[in-house]
């Protein structure tokens, strides 16, 4: 069984954003650097999962 990565871009876009938003505060340039690298995960995250359970649904249907 092949492991779901989009759960792991999910936690780690989410991380990146909330660290744009609290933290990084003071610094402009990394403040907006982490808001959009987060928010980049997390868009992508939500294609490797799509990705990951059209895969699942494909095995599956082999299986049967």
């Known amino acids: 069984m092949k492991k779901n990565n989009g759960t792991t871009f999910l936690v780690i876009g989410l991380m990146f954003t909330i ?14 650097g982490a808001l ?5 995960l997390t ?3 939500v294609f490797v999962t799509d990705k990951w359970k059209k895969s699942q649904k494909n095995l599956e249907k082999k299986n049967d």
């Open 36 to 40: 959009i690298l987060g928010i980049i």
């Open 43 to 45: 868009i992508y995250s």
């Open 19 to 32: 660290l744009g938003l609290t933290i990084l505060n003071d610094y402009r340039i990394l403040q907006y």
